[in-house]
């Protein structure tokens, strides 16, 4: 694939469509886009590591992180992790109003976003809340996740992008939903025709590749090795 640039798309978006927009808020529009990218469709995933404290449910995650995926907990280090479920806080307490007291080995985990000062910082929870800590290492939960950064210049933009225009896209109807009303809707079909191929690119499977879809009686085998 062709790379490019944080700096050619921003060039591309001024010299191409909006040319009365400044190099600085180009910059801005540029970097809502990417970031918008960045969780969208799964880009710059990596894997990210809580070590477990006994009788604490929630834990702080940088506010780099804009999604986490999955989530396993590492009973040791032979051990290939037990997936984690996925789940809200909503769907527990609507389960059990009392899930908070429930404690164990976690077996779900979800995100919160909790008060810290005047503004809030991101939490992956887990339940039931767990009882061991790690000592020193193990048990933990590794999660894989995607993170933001913010770029500019000539930094390269990821390679699984086909080409910058779902970016390019995205800032034109960032701008005219504040600026452009008339070609708002306009440049919305845009991005999302160009972001839908592109998450086709990123994350479809290989080329004549059968998706198999696996045994409940070996998912549960494994689950319970």
Partial sequence: MATFTAQSVIDEFRGTYYPEVSATASAGLFNKAYKRHVRELGLRTTTGYVSLAADT????????????????????????GIPLIPTTRNFLHGENPFFLSDTGSPTHFYIEDTLSGDTSVPKICFYPTPTTASDPTYPRVRWEGSLHAAVSGSQVMPSALFDQLSLVYMMCYLWAVGNDAAKMQYWERLYREELQREDANVNAKP?????????PVNYLARRNR
Avoid: K, P, W
């Fill in 57 to 80: 449910r929630a834990y702080a995650l940088s506010e780099e992180v804009l999604r986490v995926y999955e989530c396993y907990l590492d009973l040791s280090s032979t051990n290939d």
């Fill in 207 to 215: 080329e004549g590749m059968q998706i198999v879809q696996l045994s």
